[in-house]
C-alpha cells in the first residue's frame, strides 16, 4: 500500500490503520538489549513484581513509539515522504506490557508548502495508540517533509 502525497491529505482527515500488532516479551527484550537500556522496568519480572506499582515489566516506551509510528506508514507516507522533520509531545500515559494488542489512528492536524523546497510540503500527523481495552498508551505530533504529486 502505497503512501499519499502532500496534496492527497487535508486538515481534520483521520486515518484508522488496519495494522494491529500483539506486542511480545521477545519484542520488549530484544529491543531493550539491542538499544542498551539495561533499566529494570524493562527486562527484571521479579524486580517489577516486588518494587513497582505495574506488578510486571512495562514494554520500552521507545519501543512503543517506534510501532506507533510504524503502523502509521503504509496509510500515510510509504514512498511520499522525504524525510521526518521531528517528533514532537510524545507522551506515555498508560503503560503497554506483554500480550497488549496496539492500534493507532492518525489525524492530519497541520498542512504548509515548504518555502525552500518546491514539490513539497510539511504535513503534521497526531498519531495515538490504544491498547486492546481502547486505553490510550502513546501519542505524539510528528511532522514530515512530504512529496507531492507530479502535475
Same mark, same amino acid.
Given at each position: ?36 537500556? /539495561? *533499566?529494570? %522496568? ?7 513484581? +516486588? ?5 510486571? $515489566?512495562?514494554?520500552? =516506551? ?30 506515555? /500515559? *498508560?503503560? %503497554? ?7 493507532? +489512528? ?5 498542512? $504548509?508548502?515548504?518555502? =525552500? ?35
Amino acid at each position: 500500500m502505497a503512501g499519499l502525497f502532500y496534496d492527497q491529505f487535508e486538515v481534520g482527515q483521520i486515518f484508522r490503520h488496519p495494522i494491529r500488532r500483539t506486542v511480545t516479551e521477545a519484542d520488549n527484550v530484544w529491543f531493550s538489549a539491542l538499544t542498551h537500556n /539495561p *533499566a529494570a %522496568l524493562h527486562l527484571d519480572e521479579e524486580y517489577c513484581r +516486588e518494587h513497582t506499582e505495574f506488578g510486571q $515489566r512495562i514494554v520500552n =516506551s521507545a519501543f512503543t513509539l517506534g510501532l506507533m509510528v510504524g503502523i502509521t506508514v503504509g496509510d500515510t507516507t510509504l514512498g511520499t515522504t522525504v524525510a521526518n522533520l521531528g517528533w514532537d509531545e510524545v507522551r506515555f /500515559p *498508560a503503560p %503497554l506490557f506483554h500480550g497488549d494488542t496496539v492500534r493507532v +489512528e492518525t489525524e492530519v492536524l497541520e498542512m $504548509r508548502e515548504s518555502k =525552500s523546497r518546491p514539490g513539497q510540503g510539511i504535513v503534521v500527523f497526531l498519531h495515538r495508540a490504544f491498547n486492546q481495552q481502547q486505553a490510550l498508551v502513546a501519542h505524539c505530533k510528528r511532522s514530515a517533509l512530504m512529496l507531492k504529486q507530479k502535475s
